[in-house]
C-alpha cells in the first residue's frame, strides 16, 4: 500500500512569511508525528496525534508553530512568521493503533527561509 | 531527560566486513527502541524495531539487541555492502507516549 506522503517537497519562503506543510499518513494509522531535521543536527520531536486524545505539543519551539490534523487523516503543520532558523527538513511519520508500534516515515519538506 | 548518542559517528569499512554500530541511552525506562536508515536527501527507512521485553531482532543480515538495563544497543550488519552506505540511527520511545528520541546517527561508507 502507499506510504507516508508529504507536500511540498520543497518549500523557499522568504522570512516573515506564513508556511503550511501537509502529511498524508498510511491508511488506518491512529498515531501521526512531525519531527524537524536542522542541516547538521538530529531529528527533533515536534509533535505527536494519537487518535481523538489531545495532541502531545511538548516538541513545538515556539508559539509560531501550530498542527492540526482531521481525525485519522491528513495533518498540516504551519509555521508563522518564518523565520531563518526554522530551515530544516520536516519529517511527518505515522504508525497503528498503538503509539510503541513502528514508526513510518515521509520523505520530508525541505523548508529553505531566506 | 533522556539522551541518545551513538558511537562512533562516522565508519569506513571495505565490502564483505562484519560492522558493529552502538546507540546508548540513558533512562532505561523505555517501550522500544528502533533503528532506521536515512539516504542523502531521503526520509527514515524503519529497519528494525525491539521492544522493551525482547533482546534482539534479525532482518537478513541485521541483527539488533537491546540491553535495556544497561542502555545500549547495538546493530550488526554482516557481510557489508556498498548500497549499506547511509547514515544509521537510532531511536527510543521511552516513557512519554509515542515520541522518539534519536541519536546523531552513525555515517557508514562501505568500499567496493
Known amino acids: 500500500g502507499a506510504g507516508v506522503s508529504q507536500s511540498p517537497s520543497n518549500k523557499v519562503t522568504e522570512k516573515g512569511k506564513d508556511v503550511e506543510l501537509r502529511c498524508d499518513p498510511i491508511?488506518?494509522?491512529?498515531?501521526l508525528y512531525w519531527y524537524r531535521q536542522r542541516l547538521g543536527q538530529g531529528l527533533e520531536f515536534l509533535i505527536y496525534f494519537q487518535g481523538n486524545s489531545a495532541p502531545d505539543k511538548s516538541g513545538l519551539p515556539s508559539d509560531r508553530f501550530s498542527a492540526e490534523r482531521t481525525g485519522e487523516s491528513v495533518s498540516t503543520l504551519t509555521i508563522q512568521r518564518t523565520q531563518q532558523e526554522d530551515s530544516a527538513v520536516y519529517l511527518c511519520?505515522?504508525?497503528?493503533?498503538?503509539?510503541?508500534?513502528?514508526?513510518?516515515f515521509g520523505p520530508g519538506t525541505r523548508l529553505t527561509v531566506l | 531527560k533522556q539522551e541518545v548518542t551513538q558511537i562512533p559517528a562516522a565508519l569506513s569499512v571495505p565490502e564483505g566486513e562484519n560492522l558493529v554500530l552502538n546507540c546508548s541511552f540513558t533512562d532505561s525506562a523505555i517501550y522500544n527502541l528502533q533503528w532506521f536508515r536515512q539516504d542523502p536527501g531521503k526520509g527514515l527507512t524503519s529497519l528494525l524495531l525491539?521492544?522493551?521485553?525482547?533482546r534482539e531482532q534479525t532482518s537478513g543480515r541485521l541483527n539488533a539487541s537491546l540491553d535495556k538495563s544497561s542502555g545500549r544497543s547495538t546493530l550488526y550488519i554482516a557481510a557489508s555492502q556498498p548500497g549499506d552506505s547511509a547514515t544509521y540511527l537510532c531511536a527510543v520511545n521511552g516513557n512519554q507516549g509515542g515520541k522518539l528520541i534519536f541519536g546523531q546517527g552513525t555515517e557508514l561508507s562501505v568500499k567496493p
Open positions: 525491539i521492544q522493551s521485553s525482547q
Open positions: 511519520a505515522s504508525s497503528g493503533s498503538s503509539g510503541t508500534d513502528t514508526q513510518y
Open positions: 491508511s488506518g494509522h491512529t498515531a
